[in-house]
């Protein structure tokens, strides 16, 4: 499974998703996803281990705010890794998500 | 003529077509009281003759057309509402106009006679009256658009391009990213919203489809083409719309200012040429736009709108090339479409064309006679041209129906005014072309038959609610061609004839006997008959029962015919047929004896032999089982030669036939078809029955044109005195 659940308080949800958020992922990874979100307050998804994605990806965060915002729930997208930030930055969506996007030195070098 | 009689004649013919235009414009205007164009035209209209009236000092014209033209100015610009009541004041304007045109041109130097100052006066009061109260139209938005989600994105520089995935984008192996990842190669994006309005919520979410749409702005030294071609690969899947920088727009416009302005160009050629528009985005255009008029739902939109709601373009780059484009047109209208040519020199030219016509004839006589193979080729490539040029000469003749039908929009809105009706005007066909000598004599004809339906006809409009009817009655007036015909008709959806009526009216007038018998077809034409009426009470628009004979007469001379059919309670519905030329046809050439005679080929619809073996003839009472048919035979010996048929000679039978029903003409001969020039006959011959002109042979001989109409009759009259069992045969196997 590609997604991990890291932390669990009741309501209060960690996930963590690791490898590829594409097209190919795309369903399991929505199916997944939105189980949890019909039963949790708070999500916290971390992205550090994304490590490709593609507007289907895209598009699979945006469908989860879009649920989190009409169902109340706090969502937070945290460690953002380099292919998220970069997708994030081409279509301008970091102030659309809201969360702060950590930047680690080493990306800028890369 | 001196040149300035010349020139005042060109002022008269020219200022009289405006303010027809004009005319036309206006009641145009009824229904569309948005349409910029016409409210230009009519502008234009008073602009003009404002103008040319001033060459000639006709200073009552100028000081009239001068407040109308203001006021029309007004509303060119938007700060005056066209509303019914400006309409109908710029319709008794444009009566005004002529009115003043009209004294003007007869006694410049007497003085404007009182009546027509004060009108002048009141309507000039009328045409400024609520000047105060006049609108202002907003200004233009600015170089904004507004985005869903509230974003503005500013435009001012860069281009604005709007990407709409398709749902099965993803499925296709497209991901938007990349493009918009190759797009950042070709410039700078400056600004990018992704949004997602219609993804849906909950399970029904695929995440394998695509629902993200982008709006980007991109500042790019790109041209529009560039930038399409970036997405050509999603173009499938993808609904792309790319809008030009504001700064590009002024680019745009010059270039069109630039343009050849001898063409005129379609409206999406024009913006492609420039750039402003890619091929893609016309087709597409196009495309919806025959989509529209497929489903007929809505009127189709102009190309234009569409493109602009497509936002494939802004407004003020549409509006430009619509301008140039209407300037081209104007232009090439004024420069190249047309010369004015005396009519007496077309009348001319054609005479000349159908001597050719008959020396082309004699030619082909002597090559056939003497067997000239040599000359054969010569002759048949002359022939041909001779045919070209004949064709060609008579179509510079042929002018559009559809001026005399709109002439007829006033008519019928003062006449339903007058009658406190509701009736609106239809039109059908009035590009139908036909002869101008043609147009002009059915002219009368038709205004009779127009305001006979729209007083008699047409009920008013509580009439027709009580009759379960909408109480707004319609009126059609249809042209088209049908077998070298030109065929007009007039349909109503009044109360109908009233049968019972006719025949009462008929009797007692004496046209029939009470035990008349005849079909409700033949009742109804009755009306065209001399002195009858069915109005109770005669108007003063009809009613006094003169005037449908006298519309019989002037089609029967155009060698037309009209009849009538009608629904009691649904309407009435006139058909005229009219040749489509007075000078030429294509004739048909039989003979008997020595006589040869002519028959319009277009009326001919077979020839058999008359052989009493194969068909059952009866030779007494004139008629002719033709494979089940029965038709009324005429010998043309028999008629024009007074001869005895001689039955034992082989003869053949020519079935002609107008409208429906059909006869049979007995000759000795067929000789086939023959280019017909019609020579009137003299006054001497005037009222020989079933001759309707006569032509020059190649020979020099004469042949007799056949009125067919009135040979029918005359078949038909021998039929019925032939008694009863015919009738009632012909009734039988009618249809």
């Known amino acids: 499974m590609v997604i991990e659940v890291k932390k669990q308080k009741k309501t209060d949800f960690q996930l963590a998703i690791k490898g590829e958020m594409t097209i190919y992922t795309a369903l399991e990874q929505k199916q997944a996803l939105y189980k949890h979100l019909l039963s949790v307050k708070t999500l916290q998804i971390d992205l550090g281990g994304v490590t490709e994605i593609d507007s289907a990806g895209i598009q699979l965060l945006m469908f989860l705010k879009q649920e989190a915002e009409s169902r109340q729930i706090k969502l937070s997208l945290i460690e953002h890794s380099h292919p998220v930030v970069e997708a994030f930055e081409l279509l301008n969506l970091s102030h659309h998500f809201g969360d702060p996007i950590m930047i680690s030195a080493e990306w800028k070098s890369s | 003529m001196s040149e300035f009689d010349s020139a005042i004649a060109i002022f008269s013919q020219e200022a009289a077509e405006l303010l027809s235009e004009m005319e036309k414009a206006l009641l145009l205007l009824e229904s569309d009281p948005n349409n910029s164009e016409i409210i230009n035209s009519l502008f234009r209209a008073m602009h003009t003759i404002k103008g040319s009236s001033g060459l000639f000092g006709f200073a009552a014209i100028v000081s009239f057309t001068h407040e109308a033209e203001s006021v029309l100015d007004q509303v060119r610009k938007g700060e005056r509402q066209i509303d019914a009541e400006l309409i109908s004041v710029l319709l008794d304007s444009k009566d005004h106009t002529a009115m003043l045109i009209d004294h003007c041109l007869t006694d410049n130097q007497a003085p404007l006679p009182e009546e027509l100052q004060s009108a002048g006066l009141k309507l000039i009061e009328r045409l400024c009256g609520p000047r105060e109260t006049s609108l202002q139209v907003s200004a233009q938005t600015g170089g904004k658009l507004v985005a869903e989600g509230g974003v503005e994105l500013s435009i001012d520089d860069s281009w604005l391009i709007l990407l709409d995935f398709q749902t099965d984008a993803f499925r296709n192996g497209i991901d938007p990213l990349s493009f918009i ?192 193979s040599d000359a054969d080729d010569i002759a048949t490539n002359m022939n041909s041209l001779v045919n070209n040029i004949r064709d060609t000469a008579l179509e510079l003749r042929m002018v559009q129906i559809g001026e005399t039908f709109s002439r007829f929009r006033r008519v019928v809105r003062d006449v339903s005014k007058d009658l406190n009706k509701n009736i609106e005007l239809y039109i059908k066909g009035g590009e139908t072309e036909l002869d101008k000598t043609v147009v002009e004599k059915i002219n009368d004809p038709l205004m009779h038959l127009i305001r006979n339906s729209l007083d008699h006809g047409i009920e008013s409009p509580a009439e027709r609610i009580a009759a379960g009817k909408s109480p707004q009655g319609s009126l059609q007036l249809t042209a088209f061609h049908q077998s070298g015909h030109v065929v007009i008709q007039i349909d109503d959806d009044g109360a109908g004839l009233n049968s019972e009526k006719i025949v009462a009216k008929a009797i007692a007038n004496g046209l029939i006997k009470p035990d008349h018998g005849l079909s409700k077809q033949e009742i109804y034409n009755l009306i065209f008959s001399a002195g009858l009426s069915t109005k109770d009470q005669a108007t003063n628009l009809s009613g006094r029962g003169v005037g449908m004979d006298v519309v019989k007469r002037n089609i029967d001379e155009l060698r037309g015919t009209v009849s009538i059919d009608s629904v009691e309670g649904q309407g009435v519905s006139i058909t005229i047929q009219l040749p489509l030329t007075l000078a030429i046809i294509d004739g048909f050439m039989v003979s008997t004896g020595e006589e040869r005679y002519i028959i319009p080929l277009d009326r001919v619809v077979e020839c058999v032999e008359l052989e009493p073996s194969e068909y059952e003839i009866n030779f007494v009472e004139h008629y002719i089982n033709l494979r089940g048919e029965v038709l009324p035979y005429l010998r043309l010996g028999d008629y024009f030669q007074q001869r005895d048929s001689n039955h034992n000679k082989r003869e053949s039978i020519v079935v002609i036939r107008t409208g429906k029903t059909k006869v049979g003409l007995v000759v000795d001969e067929l000789h086939g078809e023959y280019q017909t020039v019609i020579k009137p006959l003299g006054k001497v011959f005037e009222n020989l029955k079933g001759i309707a002109g006569a032509t020059i042979l190649g020979d020099g001989n004469v042949a007799l044109i056949l009125d067919v109409q009135m040979l029918f009759q005359m078949a038909i009259k021998k039929r019925n005195k032939a008694g009863k069992y015919i009738k009632n045969v012909a009734s039988g196997n009618a249809g």
């Not at chain 2, 790319?242 to 379609?266: A, C, F, G, W």
């Open chain 2, 181 to 372: 990842h190759y797009l950042k190669t070709h410039g700078e994006i400056k600004q990018i919203l992704t949004i997602t309005p219609t993804m849906p919520s909950g399970e029904a979410m695929d995440p394998e489809n695509c629902y993200l749409h982008f709006k980007i702005a991109f500042v790019s030294a790109a041209s529009k083409k560039t930038i399409e071609s970036i997405f050509e690969f999603a173009a499938d899947d993808c609904e792309i719309k790319i809008l030009p920088p504001n700064s590009k727009i002024q680019e745009y416009l010059d270039l069109m200012q630039s343009l050849d302005t001898n063409q005129v160009t379609r409206l999406g050629e024009m913006l492609v040429e420039v750039g402003a528009l890619t091929q893609n985005d016309v087709n597409q255009a196009l495309k919806s736009q025959q989509l529209a008029q497929a489903c007929e739902a809505e009127t189709a939109k102009p190309l234009g709108e569409i493109l602009v709601a497509q936002n494939a373009i802004q407004q003020p780059v549409v509006e430009q090339a619509l301008k140039i484009q209407e300037l081209n047109k104007q232009k090439q209208a004024s420069e190249a479409n047309f010369i004015r040519v005396d009519a007496t020199k077309l009348g001319l030219l054609i005479n000349l064309v159908g001597e050719l016509v008959t020396s082309s004839a004699a030619m082909n006589l002597i090559v056939e006679r003497y067997g000239l």
